[in-house]
């Protein structure tokens, strides 16, 4: 047996469905994933709260065709609903960085996933430069703030030093400067 058989294959199962989550996407959403987390991470030390990025399961129906997904970026305040690779509790935040094979799931079906499994904020990050942050109201998404990343000085909707702070954690703060940073430089 090579190497490659005994890596853990990127999938998720959602309703019984495997989906397939290779190949890697593209190197500016590992960038901005880093960067969120990096940001997060900090803002997190010292707390009892993880947040995990591009490699941890949530169980969102754990008794119910073990179904899985693998949030982008999740932070996880509850350490009793930890096991292994998977967590089976309800995160306090989730990301998740477009990318062409996945952007209508993670507007569709994981959105939904995430709503009902009460999520209180859900951000759908594009590499390319937007930033759309939902807020659990009445067991319903609300799309909360819309961003689209303009970092040239000259232009008048010019917005890099706009600040964005989590909800349940106001104290982590970033600005779109901040969650795009190297992926625009050539």
Same mark, same amino acid.
């Given at each position: 047996?090579?190497? @490659? !058989?005994? !890596?853990?294959?990127?999938?998720?199962?959602?309703?019984?469905?495997?989906?397939?989550?290779?190949?890697?996407p593209g190197y500016s959403h590992f960038i901005v994933d880093g960067n969120i987390y990096a940001i997060i991470r900090n803002g997190l030390k010292g707390s009892i709260c993880l947040v995990s990025m591009e490699n941890f399961d949530f169980q969102y129906h754990p008794n119910v065709n073990d179904d899985y997904v693998c949030p982008?970026?999740?932070?996880?305040?509850?350490?009793?609903?930890l096991k292994g690779g998977a967590y089976s509790g309800v995160p306090k935040f989730i990301a998740e960085t477009l990318s062409h094979s996945t952007a209508k799931?993670?507007?569709?079906?994981?959105?939904?996933?995430?709503?009902? @499994?009460? &999520? =209180? !904020?859900?951000?759908?990050?594009?590499?390319q430069g937007s930033v759309e942050i939902y807020y659990l109201k009445d067991g319903r998404y609300v799309l909360e703030q819309n961003h689209m990343f303009?970092?040239?000085? !000259?232009?008048?909707?010019?917005? @890099?030093? &706009? =600040?964005i702070s989590l909800k349940a954690f106001p104290h982590i703060k970033m600005t779109l400067g901040e969650i795009f940073e190297g992926v625009f430089e050539k």
């Open positions: 047996m090579g190497l @490659a !058989e005994f !890596e853990r294959k990127r999938d998720e199962k959602i309703n019984g469905v495997f989906y397939d989550m290779s190949p890697s982008d970026i999740m932070i996880i305040c509850d350490r009793k609903h799931r993670d507007r569709t079906e994981k959105k939904d996933i995430y709503e009902q @499994a009460g &999520v =209180e !904020e859900y951000w759908i990050v594009s590499p303009q970092n040239d000085e !000259e232009d008048d909707d010019y917005n @890099a030093d &706009v =600040e």
